[in-house]
């Protein structure tokens, strides 16, 4: 039937989705910095680049309200959803997005 | 002509429903035998809920009884549990050795719950919610008294529980997630579904591993969670889910994943056989819902009948069945992606509305409380209907919308009939509020509240009471503005909340809000961290602390630095330190590669560029060498200030060492609105700059001089002579009283000197001259103590808060 084409991508298990507190956050170091996992007050999950498109401020330290998270350095909002600032710091960076995916509760981090 | 055979297996709702969907079409096409493994007629089973609740009997929620199958024609074979397809010979096998040939062939073997493998599953008193013998079962053993605990709170799981309750058990629900109904609520409505429940005897236990289910005898008696609690019961309920019955597909080698699959005609890898109902898995997804079942029949019942109708998938709705809580799910409830949220909360009625809107359409919705507008949103969502025309009246639902449509919102004030209540709280007509406005020339939103009460309780009227002003007064109305708001996610400021915390024993966040009418669902970055200090500082001891709501430095005890690293201040009690401590401290430098080490301003020693894994670790050294946190990060008790006083010093005229090392041990781990600094000079000379600290000691031959206000920051400015005190004790109590009041009374954020500047020197003077309010206010401080006066650091070096230092993973480390 139906069988669902995959990017190419290899993913790795990080975890399971309950690991990460709600309206909270955990990081997951790589070969090339940190990467933070949000999960939302409604039990959503994201995954951004632990640095804020301002100065660098590990995101995954921030507040997490909404779908969004304010950088404990100079409180930019990102929204999760797309690592864009937000309010009057829009259009001014982005946080790249990092592939994420929930398969029977467990965090599987994609790797391009 | 002989007719074609069609037979199904399964006498349940979906089978049954589907040949009735071949019925209405084309009643004399076929043949018709109907395989169910229930030896009963076919029966509604969603609503054996209220069965259980013993709001309705069996009687009642049948649907097919014997007359129907007789009048259709239809061969019921009840009690005849199928074994085998043979699809060569197109005939199935029953386990009873009777046979039926057809032509063609339904599969609507439904879902089998899951049990959990937990060890003494198969204990007497376990079961599952899932057809009317477990109800049955249940009900035998629901005597008032008896306990039950039903592990699952999804929407079954909940409606077991409340059904128990209902019957005179204790039930108890418990939940692996942190959130009920987790699938189809968001946390504010699943706090207060929580609420409502304990308000009809259901407990709930959230973030709940079961582990092992106890016995007695063979018989249940109780269940023990992972982190070694154990509830006692004589009934344990699982409900955790449905699982797609497929053996029977599986054996006659049809294509089976999760559930038999089936493509847009509801065919299986089988031309002459179909599937329908909870056995399906249809592009990928899996239905354990009614509405979608019976979307399915009406394809099939076109199918079966040359018809054409393709099955595209469904949209989901949920609505809790449980009297007197009203709740309904749909679409997207959670939002995403270019998502936005219309929040409404009626403190007053208890509900809770989410609107999403996505591209300017209904996405999705969560509604507690008040759900009778949930098939009107599901409406708008399926359809499609741009919404941007009515999105000001959305939330207000439909009746409010198709009465205001078109009307601009101050011609809808105007059309409000004079009956019409604006202000709930006080009951408050328009007319009456319109009648003071111009008979006694009213012209401020202040001066309505004072003769009528409008707007006056909860505010959520205002706006409509600032449209009548400016409807009677026209040009000559300005908008007052009240209080500043505590944040953009309400209209209330900062007093109000911290007033409506005590009034109304608020005590969590989700409470707050809910009371409170917040307009997001969870709040933001200013106002969690507000709330979260307001309730610690109201409820101490009751209250738990939530760490998300937060600031970084908070939560991990340590400054956070512009690189991400941290920088770490042992307290030093008063300034004073020793050889022992200072080796110890040059020890952690040493062992943990510490990049700077400098004095502070508040006469501490700060190790600055500490990795956050390492933290733990470096408190671990310094808590054995006996130093705690010294709070350096904390809207709180920062430091206490010294000069060397009579010990040492020639002008010295009190022991303001020993003071300032006595205020220190009683007030350190308090938290405040905002930092609090303090000093203790020995004499008028200040060598520890008491004056321009938040509270501020200047010792003098009679006695201790108490100082308030100072700041030496962003702004300068000396403090102000609040007390002259006698004695030491006295001096402790008066700044302990003063500490309290700020905690009490101040907003989050706002220093001591900005409070004074608002409230005044005199209030605080008043507050801190009248024994009784000072002894108060030193209790209260002093009780709030006992329980924040513990290190944080120790408590982390213990193992709290692991998942905080340690990174999720390490398994993408390298590449």
Redesign the interface.
Known sequence: ??A?VKDPIMW????AV???????S???????G??A?FR?????VFALRDRCPH????LS???????AV?C??H?W?IEL??GEAMGADRGKGCAPVVPLEVRDGR?L?G?I | MTKERLVVIGNGMAGCRAVQEVLKRDPGRYDITIFGAEPRVNYDRIMLSPVLAGEKSFADIVINDEAWYADNGIDLRAGARVEVIDREARLVRAADGTEAPYDRLILATGSDPIRLPLPGADLAGVVTFRDLDDVEAMIAAAKPGAKAVVIGGGLLGIEAAYGLSKRGMGATVVH????LM?RQL???AGFLLTEALAEKGVETVL?AQSEEILGANGRVSGLRLKDGRVLDCDLLVMAVGIRPNGTLAKAAEL?VNRGV?V?DSLRTSDPAIYAIGECVEH??QCYGLVAPIWEMCRTLGEALTDGEAAYEGSSLSTRLKVSGVDVFSAGK??????CE?IVFRDAGRGVYKRIVLEEGKVAGAVLFGDASDGGWYFDLMKSGEDVAAFRETLVFGQAATEGLRGLDPSAAVAAMADTAEVCGCNGVCKGEITAAITDQGLTTLESVRAVTKASASCGTCTPLVEKLLKLSLGAAFQVQTGPKPVCGCTHHGHDDVRRRILAEELKSIPAVMQALEWT??????SC??ALNYYLVCAWPGDYRDD???????E??HAN?Q???TYSVVPRMWGGVTSADELRAIADVVDKFDIPTVKVTGGQRIDLLGVKKDDLPAVWADLNAAGMVSGHAYAKGLRTVKTCVGTDWCRFGTQDSTGLGVRLEKFMWGSWSPAKVKLAVSGCPRNCAEATCKDIGVICVDSGYEIHVGGAAGLHIKGTEVLAKVATEDEAVWTICAVMQFYREDAWYLERVYKWMERIGLGAIKAAVEDPERRRALYDRFSYSQRFYRVDPWAERVAGRDA?EFN?????????
């Open positions: 039937m139906n669902l790795t298990d990080v975890g309950t690991d990460v507190p709600l309206r909270g955990r990081r997951v170091p790589t070969a090339d940190d990467i996992i939302t007050g409604d039990g959503r100065k660098g401020g590990p330290q921030g507040i997490v309200h909404g779908h304010t404990p350095l409180n909002s959803a797309t965090l981090l790797r | 692996l997630m942190d959130v987790e968001d946390a504010s973030e294509e699959v493509d592009r990928g409830h959670l939002g995403g992606p270019g949220d997001t669902p969870d709040g933001c970055a969690r961290p760490r998300q709501s937060r600031f970084v430095n939560r991990v956070i512009k690189d991400g998942h990174p999720l993973s390490r398994r993408m480390e390298f590449a």
